[in-house]
C-alpha cells in the first residue's frame, strides 16, 4: 500500500518480530496549534447590565429575607386569625340556618291562619251504594 492511501489515524508500526503492519495509533496526538489571542492593551468597559444587576442582587436576596422574618413572626397572629375567619363563618352559617327555620314557621302560620279550614263527610252504604257527603267551611 502506497504512503497517499494510508487512511488518517492508522500509522505503520514494526512488531517485534520484524514485520511492518498497519495499526491505529494510540500515542500523543498532535496537538492543534495555539490560538493566539491578543491580550487587550486597554480594560474594556463594565456593561450597565451587569452593574444592574450587581446592585439589584443584594436588594432582592434582602427583601426575601425580610419577607421571611416578616412571615416568621406573624405566624402564630395568623394562625389566630385563621381560626377567627373560620369561627364567623360557622357563626354565619348557623344565624342562616336559623333564619331560615324561623321564616319558614312564621310564614306557616301566617298562611295557616290565612286559608280557609275545609272538612269533608263521606259516607256510603253497600260495596256499590251511593255516596252522600258534607263539606264545612271554618
Known amino acids: ?78 394562625v389566630a386569625v385563621s381560626h377567627v375567619l373560620w369561627s364567623a363563618v360557622a357563626a354565619i352559617a348557623t344565624g342562616g340556618i336559623v333564619a331560615a327555620a324561623v321564616i319558614g314557621r312564621v310564614r306557616a302560620r301566617i298562611t295557616a291562619a290565612q286559608r280557609p279550614h275545609i272538612t269533608q263527610h263521606i259516607t256510603a252504604t253497600g260495596l256499590f251504594g251511593r255516596a252522600n257527603g258534607t263539606i264545612n267551611h271554618r
Open 1 to 78: 500500500m502506497r504512503a497517499e492511501e494510508i487512511p488518517p489515524g492508522v500509522q505503520e508500526v514494526i512488531l517485534p518480530s520484524g514485520e511492518r503492519a498497519l495499526a491505529y495509533s494510540t500515542g500523543p496526538a498532535a496537538s492543534p496549534p495555539p490560538l493566539h489571542v491578543p491580550a487587550p492593551s486597554v480594560p474594556q468597559p463594565i456593561p450597565a447590565w451587569a452593574k444592574s444587576t450587581a446592585l439589584l442582587a443584594p436588594t432582592v436576596g434582602g427583601g426575601i429575607a425580610v419577607a421571611a422574618v416578616g412571615l416568621s413572626v406573624a405566624a402564630p397572629g395568623l
